[in-house]
């Protein structure tokens, strides 16, 4: 009679979608790392783990930039070093991620988009997260997307 209470009462608790596990602490603690990162219910969260940092050559006449350093093909400029802070995002839900791929919620494409820290005050930029050096404000992620130069 225990039992059958036992499994009644086990059984309410899944139709509540409550989780309940008979393994050891770590075995709990890793089944339940792997639900929360395969749980698609919840919207990606925003962190700095989600931009790669990249070094990039750009042409300082056009922007048009690449990843090894040359002549620009358009103006025949050298190519400027510079950093760029790049993340992928997903253009049907608000996954974004550090590197191409797909999105594991939807399953579309992840669009590459520059990303910028700037100040609403003043406008200041950095590629990485922060306060603001003139007047101490926390930095806005703002992302666009990366655009092709257009020459005529």
């Not at 596990?21 to 962190?47: I, L, M, Y």
């Not at 040359?70 to 025949?76: A, R, S, V």
């Not at 950093?83 to 992928?88: I, N, P, Q």
Request: net charge positive; charged share 30%; aromatic share 6%.
């Amino acid at each position: 009679m225990k039992w059958l209470f036992i499994l009644a009462i086990v059984g309410l608790v899944i139709l509540k979608n409550e989780s309940v596990s008979f393994a050891c602490g770590g075995c709990s603690k890793a089944w339940a790392q792997e639900k929360a990162d395969t749980d698609t219910s919840k919207p990606a969260v925003k962190d700095e783990s989600k931009v790669s940092i990249k070094e990039a050559y750009q042409c300082p006449n056009c922007g048009y930039e690449q990843y090894k350093p040359g002549q620009c093909p358009m103006c025949k400029t050298e190519l400027k070093k510079t950093k760029v802070a790049r993340t992928y995002k997903c253009p049907t839900c608000d996954y974004s991620q550090a590197r191409p791929g797909q999105c594991p919620m939807c399953k579309s494409d992840l669009v590459e988009k520059d990303v910028r820290y700037e100040c609403p005050m003043c406008k200041t930029s950095d590629i990485k997260p922060g306060n603001c050096p003139k007047c101490g404000m926390k930095l806005e992620e703002k992302t666009k997307p990366i655009e092709k130069p257009k020459h005529h």
